[in-house]
């Protein structure tokens, strides 16, 4: 699995920053040929991301590409130039506002063709999924299914919260008036479940006030807490904090990694189910709460 604690946003539209984002230490980079990119300047954007994946020193990252929604007229096109320019230094394509599960499966079957059509390993592009709007929340769990591509869902919050009304023009915090729990909660652990059946990453979406970096750990402490791998972030200030946010505390790690040791002395030497770990009682459940928490540690490199 790879690590997805950062995910940079990268405007496929602005050279400098595609040559910046090299240097920076987020987990993975998408380059943008979606929203933030004016209509006018697709084209040469495409051309800049071919360039850039096919130039720059991407080592170490995931290397992603977002291309246009399927309302749009730019998305075959988007599939098509990138893969076949660049399909060996791509490792996941990212399709926006995705309604349903034959958009995917749409995506599979171009990516198999060109695949076959350039000699890319078959099946080796991954896809991500953005789930960002009422009717692919809906959709969530049969698009999770629907190609074994699929890498991860994503969640869209500004896409999201237009689609579904939201009264509110900022982007991740409650909006007025819900003054009790979290209005994001059942999005996210919808997306999140629909993902865990799947064996998908469940990755949480930008937070758009990007000086406002408290707002930006609080948000992404909420989405972390309840099991998500990694959030998108837009600035390089963003970065280190979900990396840190998105990992395990060293004592958790630790923790996880004592559990583990502890359990199979228990069950191995001991022939017992159960122990006590200090004023715990651990048990199988333990082993695989503790299981998850030491993957994400090693990972992070703890
Ligand atoms: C991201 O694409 C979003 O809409 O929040
Ligand atoms: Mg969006």
Redesign the pocket.
Same mark, same amino acid.
Not at 155 to 160: C, I, N, S, V
């Given at each position: 699995m790879r690590s997805r604690r950062s995910c940079l946003a990268v405007p496929g539209s602005n050279p400098r920053f595609l040559e910046k984002a090299q240097a920076l230490p987020a987990d993975e980079v998408f380059l943008d040929l979606? /929203?933030s990119v004016a209509p006018q300047a697709k084209e040469q954007a495409r051309k800049n991301v071919v360039d850039a994946l096919r130039t720059g020193d991407w080592s170490g990252r995931t290397r992603a590409v977002r291309v246009n929604d399927l309302s749009t007229m730019w998305t075959y096109r988007d599939v098509i130039e990138v893969v076949e320019g660049a399909g060996d230094a791509l490792d996941c394509l990212i399709l &926006?506002k995705v309604e349903d599960a034959g958009q995917v499966a749409w995506l599979d079957t171009l990516l198999t063709q060109i695949e076959k059509a350039v000699g890319l390993p078959a099946g080796g592009i991954g896809v991500e999924a953005?789930i960002?709007s009422a009717r692919g929340l809906v959709n969530v769990d049969a698009i999770a299914a629907a190609s074994p591509r699929l890498e991860t869902l994503i +969640? *869209? &919050?500004? /896409? +999201?919260m237009a689609s579904v009304n939201m009264r509110t023009l900022v982007?991740g915090q409650q909006p007025p008036g819900y003054t009790e729990g979290d209005a994001y909660h059942y999005v996210l652990m919808r997306i999140l479940m629909a993902a865990r059946t799947c064996d998908l990453q469940a990755i949480d *979406? &930008?937070y758009l006030q990007i000086r406002d970096l408290d707002g930006f750990a609080k948000v992404a402490r909420r989405s972390a807490a309840l099991g998500f791998d990694g959030k998108?972030v837009l600035h390089p200030t963003q970065i280190e904090s979900a990396n840190e946010i998105y990992s395990p505390t060293q004592d958790d790690y630790d923790h996880a990694e004592l559990i583990l040791d502890a359990y199979e002395h228990a069950t191995t030497v001991d022939r017992r189910g159960a122990v006590m770990l200090g004023d715990e009682m651990i048990d199988e459940a333990s082993r695989k709460m503790a299981l998850v928490v030491a993957a994400k540690g090693r990972a992070a490199g703890l």
């Open positions: 979606e /929203d &926006p953005q960002e +969640f *869209g &919050p500004a /896409d +999201f982007v *979406g &930008p998108w």
